[in-house]
């Protein structure tokens, strides 16, 4: 059974930066795509953006187009998140995992980790 390790996450100022980790166990890690997902307190979690398990193909919700990046690196076994311009709405937990997609719906595929708490605050 894969699992997932987020860090990186903490407490920044609006405009600020943050760059989050995700590690996994297990060999199939470079097999899927994987994502970030994020639930704020009294919301449903929602896919922030993944990435193709090559690297090539990457997807952001539109509130973080231009501001957060997701990479990849296959031979360590993590992905990351780097989130610029962050904005009090971005406070949530973040979480990754490998997602797979039908049609339009994402479906997320392993045991979900502890998640990375982040708050943007001033």
């Known amino acids: 059974q894969v699992q997932l390790v987020e860090s990186g996450g903490g407490l920044v100022q609006p405009g600020g930066s943050l760059r989050l980790s995700c590690a996994a166990s297990?060999?199939?890690?470079?097999?899927?795509?994987m994502a970030w997902y994020r639930q704020a307190p009294g919301k449903q979690r929602e896919l922030v953006a993944d990435?193709?398990?090559?690297?090539?193909?990457?997807y952001y919700a539109d509130s973080v187009k231009g501001r957060f990046t997701i990479s990849r690196d296959n031979a360590k076994n993590t992905v990351h998140l780097q989130m610029n311009s962050l904005k009090l709405e971005d406070t949530a937990i973040y979480y990754c995992?490998?997602?797979?997609?039908?049609?339009?719906?994402?479906?997320?595929?392993?045991?979900w980790g502890q998640g990375t708490q982040v708050t943007v605050s001033s």
């Open positions: 990435i193709t398990s090559g690297g090539g193909t990457a």
């Open positions: 297990g060999s199939i890690f470079s097999l899927n795509t």
């Open positions: 995992n490998a997602v797979r997609w039908r049609g339009s719906a994402v479906y997320s595929l392993w045991v």
